[in-house]
């Protein structure tokens, strides 16, 4: 039984993340969203999802 309670105690430690995982995890978080931002908001991406919203709305109109 103690080498069963050991195993969860040692289980029990490896769990979730820590701080400075959370910090590197919010780090590359936002850095993601600051590269998608500026992709999303560049001109050749915008006139392309103009594109497809246009012919997305040509399609259901008819």
Not at 28 to 51: D, I, M, R, W
């Amino acid at each position: 039984m103690s080498k069963l309670i050991s195993r969860l105690g040692r289980l029990r430690s490896e769990r979730g993340m820590t701080t400075a995982e959370y910090a590197v995890g919010t780090v590359a978080a936002c850095g993601f969203g600051g590269v998608l931002y500026k992709l999303l908001t560049s001109e050749p991406v915008q006139t392309l999802l103009n594109n497809v919203i246009e012919k997305a709305f040509g399609v259901i109109g008819g």
